[in-house]
Structure formats: C-alpha cells, structure tokens
C-alpha cells in the first residue's frame, strides 16, 4: 500500500513558466509534509516543507499548497528556470515519530530552455 | 559542517560476496535512515535508528540485509550474501527532528553493482 503518491512520472515545461506538481496522500494521520530535490549522482536536498496546521507555505519562486481534505498537495515553481530541472520527491511524517517519512516515487521535472 | 559523509561513493562486486556500506551522519543528528532507490521500486526505507536504537527494520528486504550503529557518528549495512537483484544506489540520511521540522539530510549515495 502506497501512503504517498506522485501520479505524473515526468512533467515538461517551458522556461518562464508555472511548474506544478502534484502529490497524493492516503494516511490522514500524516500532518507534516516536504519536498525534496535531487539531481543526477546527488543525495535528495529538502527544498519546502508545510506543516499541517497550514495550507500554503511560500519560499521565493517556490510555493507548497495543502489540501487536507482532498489529501493532496502541490509545489509550484514559479517561473520555472533550466536550474530546476530536477526530480522532485514529495513526503509526508507523522511528526512524533522520530523523523521518518514516507516517500512518493518522485516527478522528473524538465525545464526546457 | 561537511554533511553526510557515505563510502564508498560506488561499489562493484560480484554475486555472493559481503558488502559493507558506511555513514557517518551530520554531527549532533540523533535519527539515521538508510535507504534504497532503484528504478523499479523508487525510493524506499530500509531501516531507520533513533540515538542510535533500531526503531523500524520492516523494509529490510531480507535476512541478507542487516545494519547497524555502534555510536552516534557511525553506521553501516551490510549486505552477505550480495545478489544482482541487490544492484540499486543506498542513500543514507540523518535529522534531527523537531516540533516543526523533520527534514533529512542526505549523503550522495553508495552506488552498488552486483555482477
């Protein structure tokens, strides 16, 4: 049983533009969410997180939403640069367990100059 | 700080022999995690230490698999016998979770061929 799913494998975009990705969770229980990238010969980096007493968190060009009751989640990248080609792992936590989360299978994000 | 440190950074043997793989977390870090990623099975969970204590083995694969940490800055998977199907990159992770944040911090990886 997968507890966090990323539906779209791979997502092509064009330089400028609104990257969105998507991520599904199956466990309510789960109440702190990230996301990470990676890049090719790279360990995964933590990029955003959201807590889930909020429904949106916003860094610079990058912007988690929380859905709760639809159990979903998005990162929008906004503009989206070649830089941020990347894959892109969402995960989720129950956070009185000591840090572990629970990965999805990641979107390979392509910024296409 | 330098990060998670693993070695080695690649690893190729062939079916049979032991391979131990090695991570020293970031410095302070009490909760280590090793993982496995490969193009099948994505990126998943093998075993996950609090201070040093094994808390959740359950993505072990197998009997094959076994690791363990000695002290707060070393820890190692061993894998005895090695099989092909072995074949994958082992991240390991370390985090120092707190009320409001549970991020990992990961080392580039050991990439392990079994021929």
């Known amino acids: 049983d997968q507890q966090v799913k990323q539906n779209s494998p791979s997502l092509s975009v064009q330089e400028g533009r609104i990257s969105i990705l998507n991520c599904d969770y199956t466990?309510?229980?789960?109440?702190?969410f990230l996301w990470y990238k990676k890049y090719p010969a790279e360990g995964p980096t933590f990029l955003i997180s959201?807590?889930?007493?909020?429904d949106k968190n916003e860094d610079g060009r990058f912007t988690v939403f929380l859905n709760k009751s639809a159990k979903h989640l998005s990162l929008h990248i906004v503009p989206s640069q070649p830089g941020d080609s990347a894959v892109y792992f969402c995960?989720?936590?129950?956070?009185?367990?000591?840090?572990?989360?629970?990965f999805g299978d990641g979107t390979t994000l392509t910024v296409k100059p | 700080d330098a990060g998670v440190i693993q070695s080695p950074r690649h690893e190729v043997t062939e079916m049979g022999q032991e391979v131990t793989l090695r991570c020293k977390p970031i410095?302070?870090?009490?909760?280590l995690f090793w993982y496995r990623q490969t193009m099948m099975r994505g990126l998943e969970l093998l075993i996950y230490?609090?201070?040093?204590?094994?808390?959740?083995d359950s993505g072990m694969p197998e009997d094959r698999f076994s690791a363990k940490m000695p002290n707060a800055s070393f820890s190692t998977l061993k894998i005895q016998p090695s099989e092909p199907r072995d074949s994958a990159v082992y991240f390991c992770?370390?985090?120092?979770?707190?009320?409001?944040?549970?991020?990992?911090?990961f080392g580039p990886g050991t990439r392990l061929t079994v021929l």
């Open positions: 410095s302070g870090h009490n909760s």
């Open positions: 992770a370390s985090s120092l979770p707190r009320d409001t944040e549970d991020t990992q911090y």
């Open positions: 959201i807590s889930s007493i909020k």
């Open positions: 995960a989720a936590s129950l956070s009185h367990n000591a840090g572990k989360s629970t």
């Open positions: 230490f609090n201070n040093n204590v094994p808390i959740d």
């Open positions: 466990n309510s229980m789960f109440d702190y």
